[in-house]
């Protein structure tokens, strides 16, 4: 969990939010967002992705840890370090689906992730 300043909201996509956490900015999708959200406040989050059709991991050969947007497209290569459940690439990104389990050898490792989207939850804020 983080909390994540929020720095825009699409005005025609609902979903559609632009976030800050630790430096990190990003376009995500809120999968669930419980309550109303306003550009320029924090608010706790969960950060997950999602993969349409087939994950592309990769193994790096050196270690860099950043979220790289494609075009102007929701798609991500996240860069960064592999752990059981997420990726470390400056913020944890979770594996909500255990895509993972099947890249256990690479924990530990560098790696790049393709990704649709990066998925956003807000959490309770009580």
Do not use: W
């Not at 800050?20 to 306003?38: K, L, Q, R």
């Not at 290569?77 to 389990?101: M, P, Q, T, V, W």
């Not at 050898?105 to 309770?124: Q, S, T």
């Amino acid at each position: 969990m983080y909390n994540a300043k929020l720095k825009k909201l699409h005005p025609h996509i609902e979903e559609e939010v632009t976030l800050e956490i630790n430096g990190f900015e990003f376009t995500g999708f809120s999968t669930i967002c419980p309550y109303v959200i306003e550009e320029g406040k924090e608010y706790p989050v969960f950060i997950s992705f999602t993969v349409l059709d087939q994950l592309d991991l990769l193994e790096l050969d050196e270690e860099n840890k950043e979220l790289a947007r494609i075009e102007d497209s929701y798609r991500y290569y996240i860069r960064g370090i592999l752990h059981e459940n997420y990726i470390d690439a400056g913020i944890k990104i979770y594996d909500d689906d255990g895509y993972f389990n099947d890249y256990k050898y690479l924990i530990g490792k560098p790696v790049e992730l393709l990704v649709d989207r990066i998925a956003v939850e807000f959490l309770d804020n009580n």
